[in-house]
């Protein structure tokens, strides 16, 4: 079945370093491709996505492309910030349908980010 | 507000007991999921659901129940609750009938029940 591999940390960085999630992915066909934020006491929240392979999904700085051919899609940021701390969740919808309606995750990675 | 609610936030029950997570969505999305996250083993789907009155089994969906006879409403019943149910439970949202796969899941902020 589909499955999503994720580091799980926890990721420790400084303020304004660069930052990097890998994410790598099992799926038959085309699936597309899912970041989730998580903040503390909070639901996940979509943070970008991607729908064919070469696509780059962006949002607030965060940045990642759909690599269909080493089946990846790592989340990225140039400069990271207190306020991204959080536990960010890799995730696909595969094309088999049926339970797979729903999204396959990651088990997501915590990161922390110092002053 | 538009968007999706659960309730309630916090719950305490006691093992055997009877208990009904309640999650509703204003969008009048199709499709609706149960997920429970716990620590390392991430979210896992527990049902969905693609319409009213059509529901199906995730991941986990033992001592679970569903039901959904309205399109914005989706409970989840725990019939006799075990200690392994200690969780943070997720509704979901998604309108991917119309949108295709690439349409995301609206998620809700969770119940977290324990049971003792």
């Known amino acids: 079945g589909d499955s999503v591999t994720q580091m799980e940390g926890p990721v420790t960085l400084s303020e304004e370093a660069f930052l990097t999630i890998n994410c790598t992915y099992t799926?038959?066909?085309?699936?597309?491709l899912f970041w989730y934020v998580q903040y503390p006491g909070e639901g996940l929240q979509l943070l970008l996505k991607?729908?064919?392979?070469?696509d780059k999904g962006s949002n607030k700085g965060f940045e990642a492309t759909y690599r269909k051919e080493t089946t990846s899609f790592h989340l990225e940021k140039g400069s990271v910030q207190v306020s991204d701390s959080a536990v960010y969740f890799c995730?696909?919808?595969?094309?088999?349908?049926?339970?797979?309606?729903?999204?396959?995750f990651g088990k997501g990675t915590h990161l922390i980010i110092q002053p | 507000d538009a968007g999706i609610t659960q309730s309630p936030r916090y719950k305490i029950t006691e093992t055997g007991r009877q208990v009904t997570l309640m999650c509703h969505q204003t969008?009048?999305?199709?499709?609706m999921f149960w997920y429970r996250q716990d620590l390392g083993h991430g979210l896992r789907l527990i049902y969905y659901?693609?319409?009213?009155?059509?529901?199906d089994k995730g991941e986990v969906p033992d001592g679970y129940v569903v039901s959904r006879s309205k399109t914005e409403n989706f409970p989840l019943t725990l019939e006799s609750a075990t200690r392994s149910q200690t969780s943070v439970y997720f509704c979901?949202?998604?309108?991917?009938?119309?949108?295709?796969?690439?349409?995301?899941?609206?998620f809700g902020n969770g119940t977290r029940l324990t049971v003792t």
């Open positions: 659901s693609a319409a009213a009155d059509i529901t």
């Open positions: 799926a038959t066909g085309y699936p597309s």
């Open positions: 969008w009048s999305h199709s499709y």
């Open positions: 995730a696909l919808r595969g094309d088999s349908g049926g339970g797979a309606d729903g999204l396959t």
């Open positions: 979901a949202s998604s309108d991917h009938q119309r949108q295709g796969k690439g349409s995301p899941l609206h």
């Open positions: 991607a729908t064919k392979a070469d």
